[in-house]
């Protein structure tokens, strides 16, 4: 317990201090001053220090509705039959209130006559420190790195014992170190500035649109669409506390009572493993092409789980594998489910989702993993990867990327023999593996800046409209943009209006060329097979822009008429 005590609060520490404390960061340096303010704001009392233990109030506050609320929100929402985000959106409007009542006076001692029972009654953004952070913690839930992955799962399946808490509440003090430190910072802010009595009636104001800001912003999820555009400066530290590091497998997240097992399966293994039970299927939002499943109503089948998503091109690649496999074994007594967990925003649409399972001819279950939750149990990290599970519920084989089919077919036929012992097993129906090597091509480039890779312009890839030109020498495996263009975190946007069109210019090596484009127009192909034209139109998908028969080095230059939205392009 004390290895994991120590990993929670180091990864509370480093939260603390990444992109994501941000929405939340000017109201905990505000929160500080807000005594001062109100009491020089009369006429008659002049403004005196604020409150030496209203920063340590309002941390403290955070600290426990935050740990309260990741570890039995779910249950308790559960058992109430309430929709899983009350306690977020019950969150979002207190700070609401209390922001519009530090700007109106008057509004304020409203909210102060429920409480009027209470000896001391001030309950308010200005003394009601405690109050004001459980609301903070309250909003602040979804604010989590891989660290609380652990716990969220622990605390949705009900599984809290003494080392979930005990992660839980190191994981929340570590956070609190570096909050506390800008909600002292504020209050010293305040203290210098108690002498000028014009500015604090500025401090309750700026207090109060800063909360309302939050409120609005968290209403809209805007927070999440900042997070996205600002680097993830702490990924690399949040990575090497992972249990799992140095695992044989590449696995995410921490280890937990239900996927513990896991770390016991190896890369590229040709034989059957014990890789423990496999985890439930965790915040399915739909179930497509089925009623919900659970594996205990599978028990007794051999399982193959597949994750994947529609526009991925790597699960493109694999999904004719998972089908035949289907069509092969089904009757043998092999169920394959695919778990679909978005890449994009757009693939959590369920109708997208479902025209991508028409496209692609598949008529197995699928869940949609919209939150992560089945992801996150699995410790995945891959699209595309498969789980072999066998008839009494136990993980026996993990296949990570594309690759592997013949692997994977023969032990699928070994276990179906062995939980149907006689049992009558077609030809087997994978041939060479087809899987490019790896470094054989280009690596999947994608265009969006939160995940932008392999870029060779000259001018900065920065989110909003600008217009680009080529540089005088691009190197191989990389794209440049000329023309206008409108980037965001997840995709470029062809603009209107500049001297020149929006084009791409992209080098590459393999035999086959796809892009995910969306939106309405036409793209211009010039490449290595001549010009043609890409008409594009509804739901964002893959289309094929060369298609060669052997593997080489070429180039290739988009032209995108305006309003044409291109997300990535993937290599074959």
């Not at 690399?236 to 097992?261: F, H, I, K, M, Y």
């Not at 087997?428 to 091509?441: F, I, L, Q």
């Not at 484009?517 to 594009?536: E, F, H, I, S």
Request: charged share 15%.
């Amino acid at each position: 317990m004390g290895a994991n005590i120590l990993i929670g609060f180091l990864g509370g520490l480093i939260t603390g201090i990444s992109p994501c404390i941000l929405p939340v960061l000017p109201v905990i340096f505000f929160s500080g001053g807000l005594d001062s303010a109100r009491a020089g704001s009369s006429s008659s009392a002049p403004g005196r220090p604020p409150s030496r233990w209203r920063p340590y109030q309002v941390i403290t506050g955070l600290v426990l509705s935050f740990s309260a609320f990741t570890l039995l929100g779910s249950l308790v929402l559960g058992v109430l039959g309430l929709p899983q985000d009350v306690f977020r959106w019950t969150g979002i409007a207190v700070l609401a209130a209390v922001g519009f009542g530090l700007m109106v006076p008057r509004f304020e001692e409203l909210l102060e006559k429920p409480f009027s029972w209470i000896p001391m009654r001030r309950v308010d953004a200005r003394r009601g420190g405690l109050g004001l952070g459980l609301a903070l913690g309250a909003v602040f839930v979804p604010c989590a790195g891989p660290v609380l992955a652990a716990i969220t799962v622990s605390g949705a399946t009900g599984r809290i014992g003494p080392e979930t808490i005990a992660l839980t509440l190191s994981f929340a003090l570590g956070v609190s170190v570096p909050l506390l430190f800008f909600a002292l910072a504020g209050r010293r802010l305040a203290e210098r500035l108690t002498s000028f009595r014009r500015r604090q009636r500025g401090i309750r104001i700026t207090a109060g649109v800063l909360m309302i800001a939050l409120a609005a912003g968290l209403a809209l999820d805007l927070p999440a669409a900042v997070q996205r555009l600002i680097p993830d400066y702490t990924a690399g530290l949040q990575d090497q506390l992972a249990p799992s590091a140095g695992s044989p497998l590449n696995l995410g997240g921490l280890v937990t009572d239900e996927n513990r097992g896991l770390d016991h399966c190896t890369q590229n293994a040709t034989e059957l493993q014990d890789c423990g039970p496999a985890p439930a299927f965790h915040d399915v939002t739909a179930w497509l092409g089925s009623q919900p499943l659970t594996l205990n109503q599978l028990r007794g089948k051999v399982v193959l789980i597949d994750f994947w998503a529609y526009s991925c091109i790597n699960c493109q690649r694999s999904l004719p594998h998972i089908i035949q496999l289907n069509d092969a074994y089904k009757s043998a007594g092999l169920e394959v489910i695919g778990v679909h967990t978005p890449e994009y925003a757009f693939e959590r649409e369920q109708r997208n989702v479902e025209a991508g399972i028409a496209e692609h001819g598949i008529d197995y279950p699928v869940a949609m993993d919209n939150s992560y939750g089945t992801w996150t149990a699995y410790r995945n990290r891959f699209w595309p990867a498969q789980y072999l599970i066998d008839a009494d519920g136990n993980v026996r084989h993990i296949q990570q990327g594309e690759g592997g089919y013949q692997t994977t077919e023969a032990l699928v036929r070994q276990l179906l023999q062995q939980a149907h012992p006689g049992v009558a097993l077609p030809q087997p129906v994978e041939g060479k593996d087809s899987a490019p090597a790896p470094g054989s091509t280009t690596p999947e480039t994608f265009l969006g800046i939160s995940k932008q890779t392999n870029y060779a312009g000259s001018q900065p890839y920065k989110s909003g409209a600008g217009s680009f030109s080529y540089p005088a020498a691009q190197r191989p495996d990389s794209f440049a943009l000329a023309g206008p263009w409108t980037v965001d975190s997840q995709r470029i946007v062809a603009s209107a209006g500049g001297s020149t069109p929006s084009r791409v210019r992209l080098n590459y090596h393999a035999h086959q060329v796809q892009a995910v484009l969306g939106g309405t127009g036409t793209l211009r192909v010039q490449g290595p097979d001549g010009v043609k034209t890409v008409t594009v139109a509804g739901t964002p998908r893959s289309y094929v822009l060369v298609d060669g028969t052997s593997s080489k080095a070429g180039s290739l230059e988009v032209t995108a008429s305006p309003g044409l939205e291109l997300y990535s392009f993937t290599f074959g």
